[in-house]
């Protein structure tokens, strides 16, 4: 699974930004496609999640902010980011799980910057 994130950059607070993920390879099988982030020295984070039943999951400190969306015929899942705060300025990555029975298994994309800042 290859996947191609893109969108991420500076922002002022208040604005918007919306991230985009590609998943390529052998996408069949995907069980959840979604976002995390992370901060230098900190852990990575779950920002928004989307389950192939078409269930989200969202950060209590995005609710509200950030929309995550999926369009299964590009196999593109999207990060709509709304109200930028400059505590949202992290590394952004993508998140793609599949089930690769008996187990399942997760694959990260490359980083995306976001930066909040005026």
């Known amino acids: 699974v290859q996947l191609q994130a893109s969108g991420g950059g500076l922002v002022q607070p208040g604005g918007s930004l919306r991230l985009s993920c590609t998943a390529s390879?052998?996408?069949?099988?995907?069980?959840?496609m979604g976002w995390y982030r992370q901060s230098p020295g900190k852990q990575r984070e779950l920002v928004a999640t989307?389950?192939?039943?078409?269930?989200?999951n969202y950060e209590d400190s995005v609710k509200g902010r950030f929309t995550i969306s999926r369009d299964n015929a590009k196999n593109t899942v999207y990060l709509q980011m709304n109200s930028l705060k400059p505590e949202d300025s992290d590394v952004y990555y993508c998140?793609?799980?599949?089930?690769?029975?008996?187990?399942?298994?997760?694959?990260w994309g490359q980083g995306t910057l976001v930066t909040v800042s005026s």
């Open positions: 989307i389950d192939s039943s078409g269930d989200m």
């Open positions: 390879g052998s996408i069949s099988n995907m069980i959840r």
């Open positions: 998140y793609f799980k599949r089930s690769e029975w008996p187990r399942t298994r997760g694959y």
